[in-house]
């Protein structure tokens, strides 16, 4: 993300009273390609990636059991549904400002890749914040949260929700170019950037924050403790593993959003920013789909080995049987044979 830029200017200097009175950042500076050339680079390998657990995904699992793999594979899904619908239009509106070195014009289309960006930002902000209530409540209160049937009330909260708030924000006109990229107007909608993103960020992060750490603790406590029987250790065993899953989803967000969160908390105080600021915003909220990628082969990996360690259980406990059952045949009368 790239609306970091809040820049004060007389009413003599409005022209439309949009972000096209700004002036493009770097022009004047000569660090115009120092910005938009990483976002670039950033944003396609971001893009390589989610595309790439999307392909992984449904490659080695039935895509019309989908619903039935376990939530943190639908959730890397998600997730990459997110990052791949970000980079595609955050690419388009960088990709112009290259070519033109001027904002995105005309404003329909610059508004029209605000608002697909306001919607996947705040459906991943939304999606990790319910990854980090649902491993909080599975690993302290032992209970899965129901998404119901189809994952419809997941999918309607973290999509259709900023849908709506997508939709509010363009209907009144706040959405539009900024110095760097088309999110929310430069001029007109700084009340609503710090109600849209700056005060739903910050607040999804101190929350995700208080569960990632108390989700830790609590496995933390249930991995040191001796007092389970083997079948409730194996049950045990699961949840802890989904919800360490999960929990990398959020700390994943921590590393790809913290910066921005940090940066808008420094808005709020002064409009000055160092200008290395833009550059790690620009690397760190442009590379999701790496971070998820990463989450992704890490849990396929631990899905496999457990699935391995499973199968030679499974061997074990049938050559046992298979013994018992071949010593009760060679002394039928269980008087004479003690088997232990």
Known sequence: MDNLTNISITSSELKDGYGYDLPVYGLDNGLFYYLHVPALLCILCSFTCACTVIILSFRHKDYRKFFFWTKSERFAVYLAICD??????HS??????VITKDHVRPIELCQFYGF???????????????IAINAFILMVFKKKINFGKYDWRLLVWTFGLPFVGSTAVAVTGQLGPNRISCYFDGVKAEIASIAFTTVPL?????????????????IKIETISLQLGLQRRH????????ATHMSMFVCAFFIQWGPLALTLAWTLISNERPFVFYHIVTV?????GCFNLCIYLIIRHTNNQNRHKS???????????NAITHAAALHPNPRKTSIC
Do not use: P, W
């Open 84 to 89: 791949g619908g970000f980079n595609t239009f």
């Open 92 to 97: 388009m509106d960088h990709m112009q400002y």
């Open 116 to 130: 697909m960006l306001a919607e996947f930002v705040a459906a991943q902000i939304l999606m990790v914040n319910v």
């Open 202 to 218: 910050l607040l999804v992060l101190v929350v995700n924050i208080v569960l990632y750490g108390i989700t830790l603790h609590r």
């Open 235 to 242: 049950a045990c065993d699961k949840s802890k593993r989904a």
């Open 284 to 288: 760190f909220s442009n590379i999701g």
């Open 311 to 321: 199968n030679e259980h499974s061997q074990m406990d049938s050559n046992e049987i």
